[in-house]
């Protein structure tokens, strides 16, 4: 992409003036001024440690900003998991931990962010997978439900489809009525705007249920 427009918003600032005095140095940055954070592709936060206030902020980050998804890199010391997994719904795509990092890593992440992209540390993943692991297991899978939006049995009868199977003999193998197949196959594509069975299947690929 072209040149990227990021607004700094420090716990402190001397951090703040700082880090805009940094960044300045890379010619595909655009660094707005703090009052226009709402305007920044990417917003970065520099803090030494993640509180309610940071938390306040990137939710104010979010609702202020006039770009659809605007991506927040976090540059702490340290976060929590329910720190963590708020920050997710507010737009954290970038966790840097503050004593390992460097400015030129800051502005990958802060790239790759801008681009759709994430840049997050190994354990920080761990602790998004495990939650989406707990949460499939003890909330979604008690309900029928699975982590794309499918029911279980959805999934099964898209496992068969993906193996080539018609539609007597998916309702063989899951022991139900041919009606019932075609009943579960198109209440499934109306609910996620499919056209047909290959892209229902597609869909399932694309979303790693199969």
Not at 41 to 53: M, N
Not at 96 to 116: F, I, L, P
Not at 159 to 184: C, H, M, P, V, W
Request: aromatic letters at 4%; one cysteine or more.
């Amino acid at each position: 992409m072209g040149t990227i427009s990021i607004a700094v918003l420090a716990s402190d600032p001397i951090t703040g003036e700082g880090a805009v005095w940094c960044l300045r140095r890379y010619p595909d940055l655009t660094v707005l001024p703090q009052e226009e954070h709402r305007n920044a592709d990417v917003a970065l936060l520099i803090t030494p440690d993640v509180t309610e206030d940071t938390m306040l902020l990137m939710e104010s980050v979010a609702e202020r900003s006039t770009r659809p998804g605007p991506g927040i890199v976090l540059v702490t010391g340290h976060i929590g998991e329910a720190h963590l997994l708020r920050a997710v719904r507010f737009g954290l795509r970038g966790v840097m931990w503050r004593q390992d990092t460097t400015y030129d890593k800051v502005v990958e992440s802060v790239r790759a962010v801008a681009e759709g992209g994430a840049a997050l540390p190994h354990p920080v993943q761990g602790q998004l997978l495990d939650h989406l692991m707990t949460v499939e297991r003890d909330v979604l899978g008690p309900l029928g439900l699975t982590a794309s939006g499918l029911e279980t049995r959805e999934v099964d009868v898209l496992r068969l489809l993906a193996e080539g199977l018609e539609t007597t003999e998916i309702a063989q193998k899951l022991n139900y009525s041919e009606r019932t197949i075609k009943s579960i196959v198109s209440v499934m594509m109306n609910r996620l705007g499919l056209r047909n069975r290959t892209h229902a299947v597609a869909y399932a690929l694309r979303t790693g249920t199969l």
